[in-house]
């Protein structure tokens, strides 16, 4: 579903206007949607954020190489944002799968320079955001070029255009804003609020359900 269909399907729900037609630019900029209708779209940015952020999503899931240089030790990773989450990560020469390490392990390894490793990386680890984008630390230091996978889910930015269009379950981010926008009129004595709250978990849960049967393995629990 598209953004404005997003938020006519909660308007609708709360018996107000719809939008009739694509709005240009950014909705906050727009002349022809009323200032309600913009309100109920930050409450679907919200709801959209929440559900995107209970779940690794098969959907949101992307592979970005990196390449190292020989001598460097921190990267950025490009396509990811300060709401990445990476799940792993692989050097393609040989297919080793790179353990994650603390930042304050890694940190440790940086001196004295003089005794610095310098080879293949066995480890990673998050050390910041740079420029908006995931940096990374490697340990060993790189000693040549080595390209370097990392497996991520990257949510989607908020929505500001009208066409943009939604990868997460819409029914979970429909009833997740419309829970927000019943809350935020404060008419119903709660009752109603807390009856579509309890709808938007449900419906939050079986989406989750759902994927999690794309992603053999990753919930299951084995006892040691």
């Known amino acids: ?23 240009s630019g950014a909705l906050n900029d727009s ?6 209708q913009k309100l109920i779209g930050e409450f ?22 990196l390449t190292t240089s020989a001598g460097t030790r921190e990267y950025n990773i490009s396509s990811t944002t300060d709401r990445t989450r990476i799940l ?5 020469s040989n297919g080793t799968v790179l353990q994650e390490m603390n930042d304050a392990y890694l940190q440790s390894t940086k001196y004295p320079t003089s005794s610095v490793q310098q080879t293949i990386p066995s480890y990673y680890s998050v050390v910041g955001i740079n420029n908006g ?6 340990e060993a230091v790189p000693d040549a070029a080595y390209t370097i996978t990392f497996r ?24 997740g804003a419309w829970a927000r926008a019943i809350s935020e009129r404060g008419e119903d004595g709660g009752s109603l609020s807390d009856m579509v709250f309890g709808q938007y978990q449900n419906a939050l849960s079986d989406a989750i359900q759902i994927d999690a049967g794309r992603t053999v393995g990753e919930v299951d629990f084995y006892a040691c």
């Open 44 to 65: 679907v940015n919200e709801a959209k954020r929440e559900v995107e952020d209970a779940w690794n999503w098969s959907i949101l899931r992307y592979s970005t190489d």
């Open 152 to 175: 991520h889910v990257t949510p989607q930015p908020d929505f500001t255009a009208a066409t943009s269009t939604l990868a997460v379950s819409s029914n979970a981010v429909i009833l």
């Open 133 to 138: 984008l995931i940096r990374v630390g490697f």
């Open 1 to 23: 579903m598209t953004y404005r269909e997003i938020i006519n399907s909660v308007l609708r729900r709360l018996r107000e206007s719809t939008i009739t037609s694509n709005w």
């Open 31 to 36: 002349t022809a949607v009323t200032d309600y």
């Open 88 to 92: 792993m990560a692989q050097e393609q």
